[in-house]
């Protein structure tokens, strides 16, 4: 049996791959950027992630991906709001189709719902990620709280440990009910959020935050932070049902 070799937190970049087998390889968190790969087998490849200016055999696949994702899902399009109504627009479409998710959860086993499918997050690790979205976008950057971190909330997994004033509590384990009970005061405050913000607001900077914490003690443009929360929201949404699909077929 072939030995597996992990590269984890690696960078490989400006290398040269020549006649390398990747034949069952995993990749994770992985970036690409002005990269070429010429006469590539790619066979049985499945490619899960943000997809920019991506050439195929001379075409431009970004557009027809993402139109074909549009035609399957017609609620992607409101993924795109440019001004505040269109937000407040997208923002109950996000509450109603994690609801229908957390439904389907609650027919699971409870120890399924910290069961990670292929490597990837469980149902409450993502749950627990998304009340960190919030605080970091929202409470931090936007609200300018200097202290807004849940210690329930979970960090993007590149984060370093050492990141000042954010929870790093990895083995956490709480209830779906106990974390519910936090993701539903989060997702009220975003609502409340949006009820308040104009157009003058969304094109305006944040005041930096001079506390220690994440998002860096910068200034980001309100658009950003309100775009962030809402695809963190979505995407997360589709991997967790796409995991919830497997769990769903192993307890039957």
């Known amino acids: 049996m072939t030995a597996v070799t992990d590269y984890l937190r690696a960078d490989l970049s400006h290398s040269r791959f020549e006649e390398v087998d990747f034949s069952r390889s995993r990749f994770h968190n992985v970036y690409f950027r002005d990269t070429v790969i010429r006469g590539a087998w790619l ?21 027809l991906i993402e139109a074909e994702l549009d035609r399957r899902d017609p609620d ?9 109504d269109g937000f407040r627009e997208a923002w109950p479409v996000v ?18 719902l910290h069961e990670r499918v ?35 909330g979970l960090v993007h997994t590149e ?17 779906l009910d106990e974390i519910l009970a936090v993701r539903t005061e989060r997702m009220a ?27 860096a003690s910068e200034s980001y443009a309100v ?9 963190e929201e979505w995407l997360h949404r589709e991997y967790a049902e796409r995991d919830l699909g497997r ?3 192993q307890s039957t």
């Open 43 to 63: 066979q049985r490849v499945e490619v899960d992630g943000y997809i920019d200016d991506l050439t195929i055999n001379g075409v431009d696949v970004g557009p």
């Open 247 to 249: 769990l769903e077929g």
């Open 95 to 112: 509450v109603r189709r994690w609801d229908a998710a957390v439904q389907r959860a609650r027919s699971l086993p409870e120890d399924a």
């Open 189 to 215: 405050t975003v609502a409340r959020a949006l009820d308040e913000l104009t157009d003058e607001q969304l094109d305006a900077m944040t005041r930096p935050v001079l506390e220690p914490g994440y998002p």
């Open 118 to 152: 292929d490597g990837e997050w469980s149902f409450i690790e993502t749950l627990r990620h998304l009340i960190f979205v919030t605080d970091a976008w929202l409470l931090r950057a936007v609200q300018g709280n200097p202290a807004p971190f849940h210690p329930l």
């Open 159 to 175: 984060m370093p440990v050492d990141t000042p004033a954010v929870p790093h509590d990895t083995e956490a384990r709480p209830s």
């Open 76 to 84: 992607r399009t409101l993924l795109r709001p440019t001004d505040a």
């Open 223 to 231: 658009r950003r932070c309100f775009t962030t929360v809402l695809n």
